[in-house]
């Protein structure tokens, strides 16, 4: 099975540096996925990681390591825009691959 | 116009009614997904398809059913609708290409009564 854990909330000022974590247990790992989506709103893609490393992509970066069960989302000059959830899903190995498994979401608002 | 949409946006019912949901997409990817997403549970995974003739049951599917009638449409039915089926419902494809990727529909808000 699955078990993905991220911060319920967190507070942030505008324009600084804000990085949430996700943690996980699988039986099977096989990529990790960052959404971001407003209140109301469709999740959108943010970043892909499969293999260990930072990834790098704007004012967001997206950190993987296997070995440990850990990835964080790395959120730089932060806008106010920037307020709203985040989303880490874990795509398992083997037969449930075509299932993302999705943690509950880290809803981060920033404040002027 | 919007790659994956929904509708309807939002519908109220009375418990017992059969609602029916509905997802269609342009973007030309085979597997379609339907999920729930409740305050405080994240989003969970009802069924996904990846063709006309293939359906699956996600996590869960209990009372709900699907109908993929196309590969650009996969409708979602709740029989008879109760008030713990409450939720905001999204439909995703998948651009199974290239790294999984799902992009979602701008979902359809449902509340039983």
């Known amino acids: 099975g699955q078990n993905i854990d991220q911060p319920t909330e967190m507070t942030a000022t505008e324009g600084a540096i804000v990085q949430i974590n996700c943690t996980y247990q699988?039986?099977?790992?096989?990529?990790l996925f960052w959404y971001q989506q407003h209140a109301g709103e469709a999740p959108t893609f943010l970043s892909y990681n499969v293999l260990d490393g930072l990834e790098e992509k704007g004012r967001f970066s997206s950190f993987l390591s296997r070995s440990k069960g850990y990835s964080y989302l790395l959120l730089k000059e932060l806008q106010m825009k920037d307020s709203a959830s985040y989303l880490c899903?874990?795509?398992?190995?083997?037969?449930?691959?075509?299932?993302?498994?999705f943690g509950k979401g880290t809803k981060l608002s920033v404040i002027p | 116009d919007a790659d994956v949409t929904q509708t309807p946006r939002n519908r109220i019912t009375k418990t017992g009614k059969r609602i029916m949901l509905e997802c269609s997409q342009t973007?030309?990817?085979?597997?379609m997904y339907w999920y729930r997403q409740d305050p405080g549970l994240g989003l969970r995974l009802i069924y996904y398809s990846f063709d006309v003739k293939d359906i699956n049951k996600g996590e869960i599917s209990d009372g709900y059913s699907v109908s993929r009638q196309a590969q650009a449409k996969f409708s979602l039915s709740l029989e008879s609708a109760i008030p713990n089926q409450t939720a905001l419902y999204f439909c995703?494809?998948?651009?199974?290409?290239?790294?999984?990727?799902?992009?979602f529909g701008p979902g359809t808000r449902l509340t039983v009564l």
């Open positions: 699988t039986s099977g790992f096989n990529g």
């Open positions: 973007k030309g990817h085979d597997r």
């Open positions: 899903a874990v795509r398992p190995s083997g037969a449930g691959s075509y299932q993302l498994t």
């Open positions: 995703a494809t998948v651009d199974s290409s290239a790294t999984d990727t799902q992009y």
